[in-house]
């Protein structure tokens, strides 16, 4: 199925390309401190990362239905990536979005809008009913994005993805078709957003603190200062 140009504003969402490794390496090299915290691992160890092959991989399980994978341009340079995954159709018909920013476009609200555009996609044109996002409970700005976006806030999942080299708890946000029928974009724009609902509770805040300083306690794992939110084909969640 062919994957379209999204656009709204100085904000575009377009199909990734093999053309486009080059300079997709270059940023995710210049941006290596800056997504690393956020960067997915492989927990049996660090595995060699070919952008081209990446590329390929995404673009067959695009072909076989499983993701949309898209990069981000602001006034057409390239500042970023999203991707959709894990489509599911039939009784489940959702999906998880993820994404992340160059540190240099960071600040220019131009996640909020990429991930309004991709899942008005989702739901309109690939016909499905919910969108998920899972973010650490670190990643102030990641938070911030579903905040702005109205993604309802449904629970702590402990220790849910090898994130920069250990197991990390995550936040869950999803939206269901039906609380947008005009889509997630135009809620946004026309400022219809609830004003809660995306706030993780108390005690889920609490739990995720108090599991992160255990492990800093026993020397298992480190606080890295909070610098960006993130996804790529490492697959990251980034503001």
Request: with cysteine; hydrophobic share 40%; glycine share 8%.
């Amino acid at each position: 199925m062919p994957i379209p140009t999204l656009s709204e504003g100085r904000v575009s969402l377009r199909p990734l390309r093999v053309r486009d490794a080059r300079s997709l390496e270059r940023e995710l090299i210049a941006n290596r401190c800056w997504l690393r915290p956020w960067e997915a691992s492989d927990p049996a160890g660090d595995a060699v990362f070919d952008i081209r092959a990446s590329i390929r991989a995404l673009q067959h399980n695009a072909r076989m239905g499983g993701g949309v994978p898209f990069l981000i341009d602001w006034d057409g340079q390239l500042a970023g990536q999203l991707n959709i995954s894990n489509i599911g159709y039939g009784s489940l018909s959702s999906a998880s979005l993820g994404y992340w920013i160059a540190e240099r476009f960071a600040g220019r609200n131009i996640i909020p809008i990429a991930v309004a555009l991709a899942t008005d996609f989702a739901f309109f044109d690939r016909g499905l009913h919910r969108i998920e996002i899972c973010i650490r409970p670190e990643n102030h700005p990641s938070l911030r994005v579903v905040e702005k976006l109205g993604f309802r806030y449904e629970g702590l999942r402990r220790r849910f993805i090898h994130i920069n080299g250990d197991w990390r708890d995550h936040f869950c946000f999803a939206l269901v078709a039906e609380e947008v029928p005009r889509g997630v974009l135009r809620r946004y724009r026309d400022g219809h957003v609830p004003q809660e609902g995306s706030v993780p509770s108390d005690a889920d805040l609490s739990a995720a603190r108090r599991w992160g300083l255990s492990l800093l306690s026993n020397g298992t794992t480190a606080r890295r200062k909070e610098s960006s939110v993130s996804d790529d084909p490492r697959e990251h969640t980034s503001p």
